[in-house]
């Protein structure tokens, strides 16, 4: 008998799981999933035939037998194999490899998977670097320097809602939260330590989210900030910011092991409460019942929060056979929704009032109903105390060189000038080659191999191609992948090659957040030939064709990674996301225009002039007949935009689901009717007022086949002028160190806003990135933008204003040295315990109507609300 039959049988070595509960829950878990992975079983298993030890077949096992679609549909045996090799290293060969508790090892080490990032072979390609990094280290000093290992490589910068892989991440040098924690964490678990990917799915007090990181250290779990290296462990910017959070929460790979608080256990994974870490929490407690008074199963009771102007579930628990279920969570407000089927209710509560709430589901959803929310968040703190100053100081010189690192490898790239000869030696547009080069980053040479590849004859449509991808698509997409797109795209219907039917449908690789990969060839060569010939005049076919061919599973690929295309080909089974995915791909490979559509993410694919909805087997159709609606308002100040003021949603399966449009989309930029599939909606608004509470409204309401509905966007306002706060002796500002330039356009006669920044901290980065949104009203406005540091002037590098694109036209740069202007505030003693940025808004003699403190979304946002106040 060998390996590849049994976990017990007779392979040579000490087992990886000892304990045999366990080792039969994963034997039995990984028999039972094999149908799962039957039509790629000789890509994924053929390494279980190989003369493998005990530990080696338990960690595949483990793997495979929890592991979500994506992995199987995309990945080999060979890649999980040589991973799980290097995690057995660090396990017989670290110092603390020995101390590590099984289920810690193998739900913290072992997996390759940190999220829904693209994998890659990161472990494999840095895990002798990082040992000899922390070589003679103790475990807690080892994951500091990691720590800063990975800040050298990478910074914060937001980008899509794509995880790029960390080896992606690295190449450019940047990555949102959630891809430096994805990176941190891949290096920690690379060298041997225990880590994990923690996060607040939604702030309460500000629009966002964050993910960091924790470390399993001596027995106790430990956290830092991402690329974020403190002097200390359990020490980062979010250390207040997450005091106020509602949830905070992880996901421990594999079947239930251990005694965690948990919200919710699956067969795959378990989500992790560990809120109580950083805040002070209550259990509260919901009963579901129905008219009768009967105690509801299995109802869905989403725990939802305010953010990006919608209702967010942090967290969704099914209720038990008494109707009951329980929630730890933080002091602030939930709307809690309990649903079954279409039946469904829901109330606001606030966390510190209730105990017990009781809900009686209801058939229906509602028309014609609006509810004013006033909702509140968790309290300010007062601050923990941080690490001394010498450690901070120390910590900070540290953090300035790993920056001159991190920039002499950006500085590595192709300059602007020698992209431009570049661009002129394959006769190519100069200006266009050179800003697709710049977006491409650490990437630029795969971008130029591609470029040069392609016959001089179809040079502009190469640059067409590499137009219309994402930037993230151009920081790490390979020439491979580059010339499957484009040679081998057909075009039989003859469409505009610069027409937008073309170039966005069908020349555009990329779906949704799907991993790029080269497709195209397999899928020409994959499909049946009869569906590539008839397809083109029938593209229902291949509608028949993947109701046929395609399996859905969607529990099972539980971190909602998309499955690449060839993927779902390959594993025949996929969720239904990964679906439309395939659908869409399959269609413009075989070049027929097609797309989700916006908003609602329904595939489709155009035909006699017009865009098709595709429904598949397992889907319920709607009405073939649309509604339309116009979305309106005559709000300025500001302009309500998506996801920042309102927010649409459809009724299904007892709850609202929203729309998907573009962040930041103004409403004065939705200029044509929605055309939606009719059904009952929701809008949602708010407005965060200075003090993080927020005047929500939602109103339902219903749309028919045909109809035309106009709707009126109109948030509601806080009609207080705020109150004065403080006052700000202005003569100080005359003694700002700015230079000739600057201080000719400063000007302080229509107000001024001043922020105290940390340009690398995160939340000052939010800030920059934030005000160029709001260029056009601030510009308007007229007042000026004093970025201050707090340091002298040697610090100028950090911080070279220009860099910073798209801020107001009034923007100034100086040195609050010994924070002689803060003081002068009066809003703080000593310039110390505040938090950045520290940003106020005053009027012309110096008094303070709006300030902010630390970590917050949308500041831009508030300071235009108050402007008003100044012109008045």
């Known amino acids: 008998m060998t390996c590849a039959v049994s976990l017990a049988a007779g392979c040579s070595g000490r087992h990886l799981i000892t304990n045999k509960t366990y080792l039969n829950i994963v034997d039995s878990a990984f028999k039972e999933r094999r149908f799962l992975y039957s039509a790629r079983e000789d890509q994924l298993t053929k390494v279980l035939g190989e003369k493998l030890d005990?530990?080696?077949?338990?960690?595949?096992?483990?793997?495979?037998?929890?592991m979500p679609l994506s992995d199987l549909a995309d990945y080999s045996g060979d890649f999980f194999l040589e991973n799980s090799n290097i995690a057995l290293d660090t396990r017989n060969n670290t110092s603390w490899g020995s101390s590590i508790p099984e289920e810690i090892f193998l739900h913290y080490v072992l997996p390759c998977r940190i999220n829904n990032e693209n994998l890659d072979s990161f472990r494999i390609k840095?895990?002798?670097?990082?040992?000899?990094?922390?070589?003679?280290?103790?475990?807690?000093?080892?994951?500091?320097?990691?720590?800063?290992?990975?800040?050298?490589?990478?910074?914060?910068?937001?980008?899509?809602?794509?995880?790029?892989?960390?080896?992606?991440?690295?190449?450019?040098?940047?990555?949102?939260?959630?891809?430096e924690s994805t990176l941190t964490v891949s290096a920690l678990r690379a060298a041997g330590i225990p880590a994990r990917q923690v996060y607040t799915p939604r702030w309460a007090h500000t629009d966002d989210n964050h993910a960091w990181v924790e470390a399993w250290i001596n027995g106790e779990w430990h956290y830092m900030g991402a690329c974020e290296p403190e002097p200390v462990l359990d020490r980062g910017w979010f250390t207040e910011p997450v005091r106020r959070a509602m949830l905070v929460h992880t996901r421990s790979f594999g079947a239930p092991y251990g005694n965690e608080n948990y919200i919710n256990k699956y067969k795959c994974f378990t989500e992790v409460n560990v809120l109580s870490t950083y805040a002070v929490t209550k259990r509260i407690y919901v009963k579901v019942h129905d008219k009768e008074g009967m105690p509801v199963r299995d109802a869905?009771?989403?725990?939802?929060?305010?953010?990006?102007?919608?209702?967010?579930?942090?967290?969704?628990?099914?209720?038990?056979?008494?109707?009951?279920?329980?929630?730890?969570?933080?002091?602030?407000?939930?709307?809690?929704?309990?649903?079954k089927g279409n039946d469904f209710n829901f109330s606001k509560i606030s966390v510190s009032e209730t105990d017990t709430l009781t809900l009686i589901l209801e058939a229906g959803a509602f028309a014609d109903r609006s509810i004013n929310l006033d909702l509140s968040v968790p309290p300010v703190m007062t601050p923990y105390p941080g690490p001394s100053e010498d450690l901070i100081r120390k910590n900070a010189e540290r953090v300035n060189t790993e920056n001159q690192i991190r920039q002499s490898y950006i500085g590595s790239w192709i300059n602007p000038a020698d992209a431009a000869v570049f661009a002129m030696k394959i006769n190519a547009d100069s200006s266009r080659t050179a800003e697709i080069i710049k977006k491409g980053m650490g990437n630029y040479r795969n971008i130029m191999m591609f470029l040069e590849q392609t016959p001089l004859a179809d040079r502009e449509l190469a640059l067409t191609l590499l137009g219309v991808l994402a930037e993230k698509d151009l920081r790490d997409t390979k020439v491979q992948v580059l010339n499957d797109h484009f040679g081998n795209l057909v075009n039989p219907l003859n469409l505009d090659k610069k027409g937008e039917l073309f170039v966005n449908y069908v020349l555009n690789p990329r779906v949704s957040n799907e991993m790029l990969i080269a497709y195209r060839e397999y899928l020409k060569n994959s499909l049946p030939a009869d569906l590539s010939l008839k397809a083109i005049n029938n593209p229902e076919l291949i509608v028949d064709y993947v109701n046929r061919s395609i399996k859905i599973a969607d529990n099972e690929n539980y971190y909602k990674t998309p499955l690449t295309p060839r993927g779902t080909d390959e594993l025949k089974v996929t969720d239904s996301k990964s679906r439309s995915v395939y659908?869409?791909?399959?269609?413009?490979?075989?070049?027929?225009?097609?797309?989700?559509?916006?908003g609602s993410n329904t595939p489709q694919y155009y035909f006699n002039h017009d865009w098709n909805d595709v429904y598949f087997s397992d889907e319920k159709k709607p009405e073939t007949a649309k509604g339309f609606l116009k979305v309106f308002s005559s709000e300025t100040d500001p302009v309500p935009e998506y996801y920042i003021h309102f927010t649409l949603a459809r009724f299904e399966d007892g709850r609202y689901n929203t729309l998907e449009y573009d962040d930041n989309k103004k409403v004065t930029e939705f200029k044509d009717e929605l055309r939606l599939t009719p059904g009952h909606y929701m809008l949602v608004t708010g407005n965060r007022l200075n003090d993080s509470?927020?005047?929500?409204?939602?109103?339902?309401?219903?749309?028919?086949?045909?109809?035309?509905?106009?709707?009126?966007?109109?948030?509601r306002k806080e009609t207080q002028r705020p109150e004065i706060s403080g006052s700000l002796d202005m003569p100080l500002i005359d003694h700002i160190n700015l230079g000739p330039a600057s201080r000719k356009s400063f000007k302080t006669e229509k107000g001024m806003v001043l922020a105290w920044i940390e340009p690398e901290k995160e939340p000052t980065k939010h800030l920059l990135?934030?005000?160029?949104?709001?260029?056009?009203?601030?510009?308007?406005?007229?007042?000026?933008?004093?970025?201050?540091?707090?340091?002298?002037?040697?610090?100028?590098?950090?911080?070279?204003?220009?860099?910073?694109?798209?801020?107001?036209?009034?923007?100034?740069?100086?040195?609050?040295?010994?924070?002689?202007?803060?003081?002068?505030?009066?809003?703080?003693?000593?310039?110390?315990?505040?938090?950045?940025?520290?940003?106020?808004?005053?009027?012309?003699?110096?008094?303070?109507?709006?300030?902010?403190?630390?970590?917050?979304?949308?500041?831009?946002?508030?300071?235009?609300?108050?402007?008003?106040?100044?012109?008045?």
């Open 769 to 872: 990135n934030d005000l160029p949104l709001l260029k056009t009203e601030l510009d308007s406005w007229g007042g000026c933008f004093l970025f201050l540091l707090t340091g002298s002037g040697k610090d100028e590098a950090v911080f070279n204003l220009p860099d910073y694109k798209g801020l107001p036209a009034c923007s100034v740069s100086g040195f609050d040295t010994n924070m002689e202007i803060l003081k002068g505030t009066g809003l703080t003693e000593s310039g110390t315990g505040i938090s950045y940025p520290f940003v106020i808004l005053i009027d012309k003699k110096g008094n303070i109507l709006y300030k902010s403190s630390g970590y917050r979304i949308g500041i831009g946002q508030e300071i235009l609300k108050n402007i008003r106040f100044l012109q008045n």
């Open 583 to 598: 659908f869409v791909s399959v269609c413009r490979s075989l070049g027929i225009p097609a797309r989700l559509e916006p």
């Open 300 to 339: 869905k009771v989403e725990f939802q929060l305010y953010n990006y102007a919608e209702f967010y579930p942090i967290a969704t628990v099914p209720s038990d056979e008494n109707g009951i279920c329980s929630f730890e969570t933080g002091f602030g407000d939930l709307l809690v929704w309990a649903r």
């Open 126 to 179: 840095y895990h002798f670097e990082l040992s000899e990094r922390i070589k003679g280290l103790e475990m807690g000093a080892a994951a500091l320097e990691i720590n800063h290992w990975c800040h050298e490589k990478v910074t914060y910068q937001p980008s899509d809602i794509r995880t790029s892989g960390p080896l992606s991440t690295i190449l450019s040098a940047r990555g949102r939260c959630g891809e």
């Open 693 to 715: 509470r927020i005047l929500a409204n939602i109103s339902f309401f219903d749309l028919a086949p045909e109809q035309h509905l106009s709707l009126e966007i109109k948030p």
């Open 54 to 66: 005990n530990s080696q077949s338990d960690a595949i096992r483990f793997l495979y037998a929890f």
